[in-house]
Every structure is written in structure tokens, then in C-alpha cells.
């Protein structure tokens, strides 16, 4: 069965003309519409909702006489409301449905003798059309063709970039404090108090990559309760992040810094406020966070924040292990969205499905940047389709991006790998855009970004001959932790 999209285009008698776009379902199958509204034909609108168009005695003769008839959805199929409408002289069948629209799902063969265009729409839409565009309306339909290029990708791109970038350069700047604490020994007991951040060991690393395999099929096959597991993680780690980040831009501020003391301990009333507005940002999107039309804002924010702390927070210590974490990881990825749709029994990967929420589950991670597609066509007349990029396919090559930097501040190399791999990045992110408009089918972006950051910095540490200190890393910890 095929359930396509289009256009219905309403105008109304005025002058000048009053128009406006309506969602449809049609199925190609049965009848094919023109692709663009300069070559469709307006007829005018009969509106029969008060019938349901079972029985050809329950309209009044001649009243569908090459017209455009809408009448409602009932307990009688689709073919039966066609050929009664096509006997009475109708050019076009529309099905009015209070329910959410479905797919038309008769059979093919059934419809050989139908000529018609027959289409759903919403009921509240007719409601619409009445009161907008008055009793008497012209309509046509058409489907245009999707858009090969959605600038909502461009708007992906953008915070990917930024946010990996301003991950590692934060990275660098606690690097850059660290080697002042080691310099000052007064400061070196205060700035390990401070210091927050995880070193990942290779044997870490595998357990990481794991876990987030045991993890995805758990996801799979319990995705109704842990969904909501999931959600809550991130709300408190997104409000602690955005605290982190808020919290580290604020500190530069040498203003409003007055303190206030509880059970023998100081803190700035700044900060408080700060807590209590990061934990409010994240309450406010697990209540509203089905709502489309501007939760995606907030949690594209939120997860932005998660990000960059995770990326400076979490210490590559050498490159050896940032190619076993990219290269397992790049496996993980090519595996589950490439590999799983010859094991599971429906034929999809399990990545996709965990994405799209199993079973046509409404609830969806919050472990993606969602950008509304910007292009108009009947996909976002119909609803609101999003461009997705997952939170791993920032954090994993910025993981790397990080640890470039923090190498060069270690050996005051003028940002060279931190700016060659941020580039790679760039490029990596433009590879897999142009490899999902061609293929039309969602693509594991660590499949293209981990070639290019890998390989950006491998050519820039052999170039400069510093391959060897690059992949075993700086020891200078070692040197001052007892």
C-alpha cells in the first residue's frame, strides 16, 4: 500500500482571491496528481459532510455534477464512496476524517474502473476552508515533488561545528590551567579539587562501547519503559550540563558576586539563581516535549550543553585511544543501521528503529539535535518533519577534536591539530549530507566523520613528526600526582 502526500490548494470568490493549503493522503497507486498547481485543474467544492456517501439515494441528483465533493468518513470503503461519486458525475473525492489521516489501503485491481482522484483530509481543515475562504470555494490537488535539499540540514551543520569546536577549545583552556597548577604548587591542591574531569583508558573505552551495545538491543526490545529512563537521564544531566556551561561563561563576569553561607559553606547567590533556572529549563521540556512547534528549540539547547560538557569533561589521554574508541564506535554504528535489518524479523536496522521509537511508539529519545525541515512542500504541510543528527555524532569525533587541542597547548603547536581536525570535521559533516541526498536513506555519520578526523590528524602529527608523541600522549600527569 502507498501512502503519499500532497497538496489540496483552496481559493475562494473574493477579490482579489483569498487562498490557502490543505494536507491529503492519496495512494499513487490508484491515481497519479500533477506534480506542480500550474498544470491542475480547480473544480468547484460540494460539501456533503453531512453524509457519508454509502448509498447513491443519500444525495440529491445532479448535485456533483463536475465537482469536487467532500463527504465524511464511514463504516463503508473507500471504492464504494469512489464509484458512487464517479457514477454521479464528480471530478474529484474527498474524504473527510476526524481521526488522525491514514493510508488509503484498498486494493490496487479494485480501483481499475476508478478515474477519480480520491484523497483524505481532515475534517477540521473543511471547518477551516468554510470559515477562511466562505460557502463558495474552488480546489485543486497536486503533489509537487520533495525538495533535494533541505537548508534545515545547513542549520545541522552549523550547530555540529559549533559545538565541537567550542567543546574542544573548551577542553583546551582546562588543559591550559592544569599546566599553570603545575607550575604553581600553592594553586595544584586547589585546582585538583576543582578538576572534574573522566580519563578514558583503552580498556575503559571497550567497556564504554559495550555498554552502548547492550544498551541499544535493551533499548529494542523494552523501548515503552526504558524510553522514559532515558528521558529522565537526560533531563538531570542536560540541567547540570547547561549549569556547567552557564556556570563557566558567568564566573568571567567580575559582577554580582555577593555570597551567601549555609551549614559552613559559601555560595554566590548568581549560582543559585543559575541552578534553579537550568533545573526549570529541563522540567519545562519533559512537560512540553511532544509539543513540536518549539520543544525541539529547548531541546536542541539542552542536548548543545550535554555535549559540550561531555566533551570537556570526558579526557581522551592518547591518540591509541582515540582511534579504539572512534574505530569501535564506527563499527557500532555501520553494524547496527547496516547489519541488523538481515537479523531482525521486520527487515529494519535496529538504529532506525530505536530512533523512530519502536511499534509506532510516540514517545522519542531526547538523544538527537532536531531541526524542523525548512523547505515547504506536503511533508511539512502535512507535519512537521525534522532533520535529525544524534548527540553521538557530535561527542565522538569532538572527543578527538578535544584531545587535539589539548595536545596542542601541551606542546604550543599554534592550534595546528585542533584546527585540522575541526576542519576534517567540517568536511566529514558536508560528506555525509551529500551521501544521505543521494542515497535518500538515513546514513551512520561516523561512517564519513571518523575517516576524516582520524586520518586530518594522523597526516598532521606524521607531517610535523610528532607521531610518536601524539599517539602515546603527554605524560606531564604522572609527573605531578603523587
Not at 535539499?149 to 573548551?170: E, H, Q
Not at 535493551?218 to 542536560?238: E, H, N, Q, R, T
Request: aromatic content about 12%.
Amino acid at each position: 500500500v502507498a501512502a503519499d502526500e500532497g497538496i489540496l490548494h483552496a481559493s475562494g470568490n473574493g477579490v482579489p482571491p483569498v487562498t490557502k493549503d490543505y494536507c491529503i493522503i492519496y495512494n499513487s497507486n490508484w491515481v497519479s496528481l500533477p506534480k506542480s498547481l500550474d498544470s491542475a485543474t480547480f473544480r468547484p467544492l460540494e460539501n456533503l459532510t453531512s453524509t457519508v456517501l454509502c448509498n447513491s439515494s443519500e444525495v440529491p441528483s445532479g448535485s456533483m455534477k463536475d465537482k469536487a465533493v467532500v463527504v465524511m468518513r464511514g463504516n463503508c470503503t473507500f471504492l464504494e464512496k469512489a464509484r458512487i461519486a464517479q457514477s454521479s458525475g464528480a471530478k474529484m473525492l474527498l474524504i473527510a476524517s476526524k481521526p488522525r489521516l491514514s493510508p488509503l489501503s484498498d486494493n490496487k485491481t479494485d480501483f481499475e474502473d476508478v478515474t477519480i482522484p480520491v484523497a483524505l483530509i481532515r475534517y477540521n481543515d473543511i471547518v477551516d476552508m468554510q470559515l477562511t475562504l466562505g460557502s463558495e470555494v474552488n480546489v485543486t490537488l497536486y503533489s509537487p515533488p520533495l525538495p533535494e535539499f533541505d537548508y534545515s540540514m545547513v542549520v545541522i551543520f552549523l550547530i555540529a561545528v559549533f559545538t565541537v569546536a567550542l567543546g574542544g577549545y573548551w577542553s583546551g583552556v582546562a588543559e591550559l590551567e592544569n599546566l599553570k597548577a603545575i607550575a604553581s604548587p600553592g594553586e595544584r591542591e586547589t585546582r585538583r579539587k576543582k578538576e572534574e574531569n573522566v580519563t578514558f583508558t583503552p580498556v575503559t573505552v571497550i567497556l564504554f562501547v559495550v555498554i552502548c551495545c547492550v544498551m541499544l538491543v535493551l533499548l529494542y526490545f523494552f523501548y515503552k519503559w526504558l524510553v522514559y529512563v532515558i528521558i529522565s537521564v537526560f533531563c538531570l544531566a542536560s540541567a547540570m550540563s547547561l549549569y556547567n556551561c552557564l556556570a563557566a561563561l558567568i564566573g568571567e563576569i567580575p559582577f554580582g558576586q555577593c555570597r551567601i553561607a549555609c551549614c559552613n559553606k559559601s555560595t554566590e547567590v548568581r549560582l543559585i539563581f543559575l541552578a534553579v533556572f537550568c533545573v526549570a529549563a529541563a522540567v519545562v521540556w519533559a512537560v512540553f516535549r511532544n509539543e513540536d512547534r518549539w520543544a525541539w528549540i529547548l531541546q536542541d539547547i539542552l542536548g548543545v550543553a550535554f555535549c559540550l560538557n561531555f566533551i570537556k569533561t570526558l579526557k581522551m589521554p592518547n591518540f591509541k585511544s582515540c582511534v579504539i574508541l572512534l574505530g569501535l564506535l564506527l563499527l557500532y554504528d555501520v553494524f547496527f543501521v547496516f547489519i541488523t535489518p538481515f537479523i531482525t524479523k521486520n527487515g529494519a536496522s535496529i538504529m532506525v528503529e530505536v530512533a523512530a521509537g519502536p511499534f509506532g511508539n510516540s514517545e522519542k529519545l531526547p538523544v538527537v539535535i532536531r531541526v524542523p525541515r525548512l523547505e515547504y512542500s506536503a511533508s511539512t504541510l502535512c507535519d512537521m518533519p525534522f532533520s535529525l543528527l544524534g548527540f553521538g555524532d557530535i561527542i565522538v569525533p569532538g572527543l578527538l577534536v578535544a584531545y587535539c587541542r589539548r595536545f596542542d597547548v601541551q606542546t604550543s603547536s599554534s592550534s595546528v591539530y585542533y584546527i585540522s581536525c575541526t576542519i576534517a570535521y567540517a568536511i566529514g559533516m558536508v560528506l555525509t549530507f551529500v551521501v544521505l541526498a543521494l542515497m535518500k536513506m538515513g546514513q551512520p555519520a561516523l561512517l564519513y566523520l571518523v575517516p576524516c578526523t582520524l586520518v586530518t590528524s594522523s597526516l598532521v602529527a606524521w607531517r610535523r613528526k610528532e607521531m610518536k608523541k601524539f599517539w602515546k600522549g603527554s605524560n606531564y600527569q604522572v609527573g605531578w600526582m603523587p
